[in-house]
């Protein structure tokens, strides 16, 4: 018998199939364009700082000893919501991102007996936290005088009764509310079947065309139900960007009757 290796004809060789791949969200038609302006919009009036506070309140934290790598860790969770909704992300929250994970790591490294007089790496950040929640409740106040006054300033010949049944003005949520929102949607979202059937992707307009006709009859409606409705990821993500372009656009209103309330949502007076 000889030695010398026998070559293996090339039709018995079987090729290893490649690993699949998972799937991703696929973006919508028209959805780069339309969400760049989208993003740039929301970030005007609602950045970094906005966030923590956000986070701060919501988690009850002490705002005098922040647990650094709890805060780190919520605030990177709403970027990475930001990003997977391709909400173009501000450069202030980037660095801001930097600047936690700086002050976490300082807080994690040892430090000597003779550095226990050092300033605390959380100060700055604090004091800039305690600034800036000054400024917003000074301007929450003056926009609460505004709208006093706007009571009292009755015209001539209105009927005082009508004025009876004026509501005091609800909350209104912010962008972190709804990104808030959208996170507890992913966690109720039921797991997909083994064998799922792929259908037509639909457009942002065609979705923003549905959630138009679920509010059609002028009634607020609660915005987790909205988004409940969806059944896939995919599917709430769309739900999601849909309300956030009809909300750009002035098209919907939302309200929450307490901080951290449920968030309600209907058609517009204007739309």
């Known amino acids: 018998m000889s030695d010398t290796p026998q070559e293996v004809p090339e039709s018995v060789v079987e090729a290893v199939p490649a690993p699949e791949t998972p799937r991703t969200f696929e973006s919508p038609k028209g959805f780069e364009t339309k969400f760049r302006g989208l993003a740039l919009h929301l970030t005007a009036f609602e950045g970094p700082l906005d966030l923590l506070m956000h986070l701060i309140q919501e988690q009850k934290l002490d705002i005098l000893n922040l647990p650094m790598a709890e805060v780190t860790q919520q605030y990177m969770d709403y970027l990475r919501l930001m990003e997977e909704l391709n909400l173009e992300i501000a450069a202030e929250f980037v660095a801001m991102a930097a600047q936690l994970l700086q002050i976490k790591s300082r807080l994690m490294l040892p430090r000597p007996p003779e550095a226990c007089g050092e300033e605390d790496p959380r100060e700055a950040l604090v004091q800039r936290l305690l600034d800036y929640q000054q400024v917003k409740l000074a301007a929450a106040q003056l926009s609460d005088r505004e709208s006093d006054w706007q009571k009292i300033a009755f015209a001539p010949g209105i009927d005082l009764e009508d004025h009876k049944r004026v509501e005091e003005e609800p909350i209104r949520a912010t962008l ?78 939302l309200v929450q009757g307490e901080t951290f309330g449920e968030i309600r949502v209907k058609v517009a007076e204007a739309a």
């Open 176 to 253: 972190f509310d709804l990104l808030g929102a959208y996170r507890e949607a992913l966690k109720r979202l039921m797991p997909p079947p083994p064998v799922e059937v792929r259908t037509q992707p639909k457009s942002l307009e065609q979705r923003v065309m549905e959630v138009m006709r679920d509010l059609q009859d002028g009634l607020w409606k609660p915005f987790q139900g909205l988004l409940g409705q969806a059944r896939s990821r995919d599917e709430l993500v769309l739900t999601f960007l849909a309300l956030l372009e009809l909300v750009r656009t002035g098209r919907i209103a």
